[in-house]
């Protein structure tokens, strides 16, 4: 086989890895993407480019469960250069409540159902910082290991187990001063399983 025909096969084959890794993670960077940003156009932005830089580092794109991962690390980075490109100082809290009025939240942790025990929840998340914030939403909503979770953020497992209790300690503590019970206290037996997983993952 000449050197020409190799180049094609080539291309074809890093075509259809590509395509693959598009069908299988596109719904989980949407709503990793949705959950994050302020507008819709802003969204369909960071989208397009993650798929992008994807594309071009596909050599780079790990295999098997680290794929997704790796996927919102590369939204992760790219929603932050979108934040600074456009000049934007608006508090991350900010962002995330408006986008919580605005879209359901997946199941892990739904907010669509109003009482008091996920309002409570929605407002102890909000106060946190932006980083106990997304290491807590990373575990709850997008349902990564901590080991996935060093993935997205660039650190080792151990510091990302460490980081998450504390998030987990510090969102409790939260609660408790507000003097609401936290989901896996006695009195909030009946918060669904999403909730509860905020307290019950690794230590």
Not at 127 to 145: G, K, P, T, V
Not at 161 to 167: E, I, Q, V, Y
């Amino acid at each position: 086989m000449t050197e020409n025909a190799v180049v094609p096969d080539r291309c074809a084959a890093a075509r259809h890895r590509f395509e693959t890794l598009y069908a299988e993670h596109h719904p989980h960077v949407f709503g990793y993407v949705m959950r994050r940003c302020g507008r819709a156009e802003d969204a369909a932005d960071a989208i397009a480019e993650t798929f992008l830089v994807a594309w071009r580092r596909l050599d780079d794109a790990p295999a098997g469960e680290q794929t997704r991962p790796w996927l919102y690390g590369v939204a992760r980075r790219v929603l932050a250069n979108q934040r600074r490109g456009h000049r934007r100082h608006t508090a991350l809290a900010e962002q995330l409540g408006a986008e919580l009025a605005r879209q359901p939240m997946p199941v892990a942790v739904s907010f669509e159902q109003p009482n008091d025990d996920h309002q409570d929840l929605r407002d102890a998340l909000l106060s946190l910082s932006s980083d106990d914030r997304e290491l807590l939403m990373l575990e709850a909503w997008e349902e990564l290991s901590s080991e996935q979770i060093a993935t997205v953020l660039g650190c080792s497992a151990g510091a990302a187990r460490t980081r998450l209790h504390r998030a987990r300690r510090r969102l409790q503590e939260t609660l408790e001063r507000a003097g609401h019970a936290a989901p896996n206290s006695p009195a909030s037996r009946t918060a669904e399983p999403g909730i509860t997983h905020l307290f019950a993952g690794e230590i």
